[in-house]
């Protein structure tokens, strides 16, 4: 199946920096998607993307599917505590299904007071 | 309540004993998804339904785990004789078509076994 490399793997900031993270694949997908999961709970979706090219925002999270459709970043401006969780991101192809859904590995935000 | 639904949230079993872990899916939602998360990691995946059927059941990791569901809504995950390395947070998440990758997740069931 496809693999998808998510980078960084953590990320230790301060309350008010700004974030990026991001994700690459070998393989080429129609949708890249962002979740975020809370302690303790399930994971939420945050952005949907459809289109190469396309830069969506919601609130203070902004993301973009990449041109080669093999990549995308998800940044979050003037990061706030409630910002702390574990963001996955998850390309999936046309083909739908479980193997056509593939989720990154995570990026685990903490913010230092 | 409109959410995905995930019973029971917390279940301590000893070693040997099986357990079922059920998944009630928004309605309407055609499919459903079982993940399994070890602590502080990545998600992954189990088994995938379509409707009542199972196309993919590639990610089950052995034979002591099987999953159902029926009437095209909940679903049972099922793990037998447990094993310590059982031990994680099993999600549920279930999406309208299965195409999208827009899937919503239940709360998980955190299992440890003893």
């Known amino acids: 199946g496809q693999q998808l490399n998510q980078s960084p793997q953590s990320m230790f900031i301060q309350e008010g920096e700004d974030v990026s993270m991001n994700c690459t694949s070998s393989?080429?997908?129609?949708?890249w998607l962002w979740y975020k999961q809370d302690p303790g709970e399930g994971p939420v979706l945050l952005i949907a993307l459809y289109k190469a090219g396309e830069l969506t925002s919601n609130g203070r999270l902004t993301a973009q599917f990449g041109i080669t459709r093999k990549d995308s970043f998800l940044n979050i401006s003037a990061s706030i505590p409630s910002d702390v969780g574990i963001y996955f991101c998850?390309?999936?192809?046309?083909?739908?299904?479980?193997?056509?859904?593939?989720f990154g590995k995570g990026t685990h935000l903490i913010i230092q007071p | 309540g409109a959410g995905v639904s995930q019973s029971p949230s917390n279940k301590v079993t000893e070693k040997g004993k099986d357990v079922e872990l059920r998944c009630d899916p928004i309605s309407g939602h055609t499919a459903l998804y079982w993940y399994r998360q070890s602590l502080g990691q990545g998600l992954e995946f189990l088994i995938y339904?379509?409707?009542?059927?199972?196309?993919?059941k590639s990610g089950l990791p052995s034979d002591r785990f099987s999953a159902e569901r029926t009437g095209g809504s909940v679903s049972t995950l099922t793990i037998q004789r447990t094993q310590q390395e059982d031990s994680a947070v099993y999600l549920c998440?279930?999406?309208?078509?299965?195409?999208?990758?827009?899937?919503?997740f239940g709360e998980g069931s955190r299992l440890t076994v003893l």
């Open positions: 339904f379509q409707g009542n059927s199972a196309p993919d």
């Open positions: 998440a279930s999406s309208f078509s299965g195409f999208t990758g827009e899937l919503f």
């Open positions: 393989s080429i997908f129609n949708t």
């Open positions: 998850a390309g999936q192809l046309s083909g739908g299904g479980a193997d056509g859904l593939t």
